[in-house]
């Protein structure tokens, strides 16, 4: 069924009230008290006010959170009824206050978060293979790989590392040696957008992302063999061949 709207009546104006004056201002949000028994909990946490499963959760959705959770800390997820959900990134000054990395009872730690890193290196060169037809490739997707707001793409022996949480900013200097040494490259350049870094309370130094004396970098592709290019054109005829039946179906009758 369509819905309609009545079209107004002639000569039919809106009544808008005439405001006077600034808007009020609205009191801040105070704090949720935390729940009985919380005293027991590992800290830091946050505690949900609704059930939700997706990764961003944001500020009308988080309730009580611990004193000691700072920005940028890996916290305990709890849901509404007190019970061990997950863990993720806390940062009250973002407009994503808690990205939960981890959905489960058990516990979750910063070797957890490094375990997921590893993981992905695997899914990509163990895996699928990367290394061995390509000297460009994405290292690590954001959510996709569980690590919330980092993007790695490798180019040669250059990582090219975008970053939007301070999660991952915070841990970043502990990651690149091991993303290095597992890839090796030997050079990064990070980028930074300026709105997200105030957002997030990135606190960072802007440098030259070209060290001194380093040599102009060309990414020269690797030759594909013959099986390759038929492997990579066939798909492409045998679509090219259906869209022309779909159009003209007499001719092939």
Known sequence: AFVTRRPPSPGHRPYHRPRSGPPPRRAPARPAAPPPGSEACPTPWAQLKYFSFHPAIYPNMVGAVSPDAAAGDLVHVFDKN????????YNPKARVPLRVLHHGTTPFGEADL??????????????????AVSEAWRVVHSDGDGLSGLIVDRYDDVLSIEVTTLGIWKRLPRWLPRLHERLGTRQQVIHLDP???????????????????????????????WLTNVLILLPLMFSGYLLIMARNPLPFF
């Open 114 to 131: 490094d375990a997921l890193l590893s993981r992905a290196l695997r899914l990509r060169q163990d895996t699928l293979r990367l290394d």
């Open 82 to 89: 007190g019970q061990p959900f997950g863990a993720g990134f």
């Open 195 to 225: 709105d997200i870094a105030r957002i997030e309370g990135l606190e960072y130094e802007p440098a030259e992302t070209k060290p001194a004396g380093a040599k102009p970098f060309v990414l020269s592709p690797r030759p594909r063999s």
